[in-house]
């Protein structure tokens, strides 16, 4: 069956350091990926969208890749700020597909 | 001001009740979802519609039912068959389908007593 999976429920990391969160899936030949924010009883907002010819995206500090060999997408915030805790979600669509897939999401804090 | 609303943010109910979510976009948006989401986990799609009088059944769709008889409203209805009702629904809509980016509203919490 299809699974997309995020790193680890949480991730702590120190203010100005890079923050890595991984997306990988099995069973699916995604042609989008897509990241959203989520802050705490709020609605998921879109921050990138990376296609399967695509390797790299990148928006101000932000930066998507997408290895589709790997089956693996990576997101990376630089310089992190405590402004950045949030829960970060990948979701998945294939180029037919209807409707997107998301991974549950890995909760980010960043602390000063 | 255009965006996507719900309402309302908080919404109790009794069991065996039913209760419908309002999902409002002035977006322009063809495409409109509704998601299921609980504590720690993902968004679990339950219904979408492409176009105005269609609609499909998503992932989780038994205890639901949906309309979308305009193009700005995508209304989702809980009814009694739900048997885990309480959680947070979030509505969304993007211009072109799945591979589009979704704009979200706020979310719904739904709290079954």
């Known amino acids: 069956s299809q699974k997309i999976e995020q790193n680890s429920e949480a991730l702590n990391i120190q203010e100005g350091k890079t923050a890595t969160l991984t997306c990988n899936y099995t069973?699916?030949?995604?042609?989008?990926l897509q990241w959203y924010r989520q802050d705490p009883g709020r609605g998921p907002v879109f921050l990138l969208l990376?296609?399967?010819?695509?390797k790299e995206k990148r928006k101000e500090r932000l930066k998507v890749t997408f290895d589709t060999t790997l089956k693996q997408s990576l997101f990376h915030i630089t310089a992190s700020q405590p402004a950045d805790s949030a829960t970060y979600l990948c979701?998945?669509?294939?180029?037919?597909?209807?409707?997107?897939?998301f991974g549950s999401g890995t909760q980010l804090t960043v602390l000063p | 001001d255009g965006g996507i609303t719900q309402s309302p943010k908080y919404l109790f109910r009794k069991e065996g009740q039913n209760v419908t979510l309002s999902c409002e976009q002035n977006?322009?948006?063809?495409?409109m979802y509704w998601y299921r989401q609980d504590p720690g986990q993902g968004l679990r799609l339950i219904y979408y519609s492409q176009i105005v009088n269609d609609f499909q059944k998503g992932d989780i769709a038994e205890g639901y039912s949906v309309s979308r008889e305009k193009k700005e409203s995508f209304p989702l209805t809980v009814t009694s068959a739900q048997k885990n009702p309480t959680a947070f629904y979030l509505c969304?809509?993007?211009?072109?389908?799945?591979?589009?980016?979704?704009?979200f509203g706020p979310g719904t919490r739904l709290t079954v007593l």
């Open positions: 979701a998945l669509a294939s180029g037919s597909a209807r409707q997107l897939t």
């Open positions: 069973n699916y030949s995604p042609a989008y």
């Open positions: 990376i296609r399967e010819n695509e």
């Open positions: 969304a809509s993007s211009s072109q389908g799945a591979t589009d980016t979704q704009y």
């Open positions: 977006l322009n948006h063809d495409a």
